[in-house]
T-cell receptor, first 113, second 112 residues
Framework: AQSVTQPDIHITVSEGASLELRCNYS??????LFWYVQSPGQGLQLLLK??????LVQGIKGFEAEFKRSQSSFNLRKPSVHWSDAAEYFC???????????FGKGTTLSVSS | DADVTQTPRNRITKTGKRIMLECSQT?????MYWYRQDPGLGLRLIYY???????NKGEISDGYSVSRQAQAKFSLSLESAIPNQTALYFC???????????FGPGTRLTVL
């Protein structure tokens, strides 16, 4: 079955500290992988995406993610978190057939001062 | 102007009422989607449409119907709303590669 697992429901990080949000997927074909962010009361904004090629992808707002096929993972990282990064983060997977994305249940990030 | 718009942005209705949520896009995309978001459950697909004549059920289509009136418009209807349909609803669009989906701002629906 196709699925996305985000093991951490809620993470708190100190401002300036590094961040890693975990994402594992199960997908029967070549996956397209995405990270979206949702700020409180807002819609979803695409942070970055992986289709092929370099397994380390750079996104907006200083985020990056690394695709590891052997681990079926696509973890999101940021070297130094800002208070404005507090939001909910969703990992999603899609495929070449072009069907809708499958989303994880999300990880809520809180940033402490 | 926003590429994907949803109306209304907020709606409170009563059990048993019929309600329609509308989505319009100016991106020229063929594909449109409706998702619902519930706390702790992420986004789940309700319906999707690859073009005006192609409509498909998603993971949680029961209790919902859709209409693709034109390439740019995709409406979601709740024929008889029930409280567990209280959620945040998102419309999204993508081109034929579906490599990237663009989301609307969401409609917050409360069913009393």
């Amino acid at each position: 079955a196709q699925s996305v697992t985000q093991p951490d429901i809620h993470i708190t990080v100190s401002e300036g500290a590094s961040l890693e949000l975990r994402c594992n997927y199960s997908y029967g074909a070549t996956p397209y992988l995405f990270w979206y962010v949702q700020s409180p009361g807002q819609g979803l904004q695409l942070l970055l995406k992986y289709f092929s090629g370099d397994t380390l992808v750079q996104g907006i707002k200083g985020f990056e993610a690394e695709f590891k096929r052997s681990q079926s993972s696509f973890n999101l990282r940021k070297p130094s978190v800002h208070w404005s990064d507090a939001a909910e983060y969703f990992c999603a997977v899609g495929g070449v057939t072009g069907t809708a994305l499958i989303f994880g249940k999300g990880t809520t990030l809180s940033v402490s001062s | 102007d926003a590429d994907v718009t949803q109306t209304p942005r907020n709606r409170i209705t009563k059990t048993g009422k019929r309600i329609m949520l509308e989505c319009s896009q100016t991106k020229g995309h063929d594909r449109m989607y409706w998702y619902r978001q519930d706390p702790g459950l992420g986004l789940r697909l309700i319906y999707y449409s690859f073009d005006v004549k192609d409509i498909n059920k998603g993971e949680i289509s029961d209790g919902y119907s859709v209409s693709r009136q034109a390439q740019a418009k995709f409406s979601l209807s709740l024929e008889s709303a029930i409280p567990n349909q209280t959620a945040l609803y998102f419309c999204a669009t993508s081109d034929r590669t579906a490599m990237k989906q663009f989301f609307g701002p969401g409609t917050r629906l409360t069913v009393l």
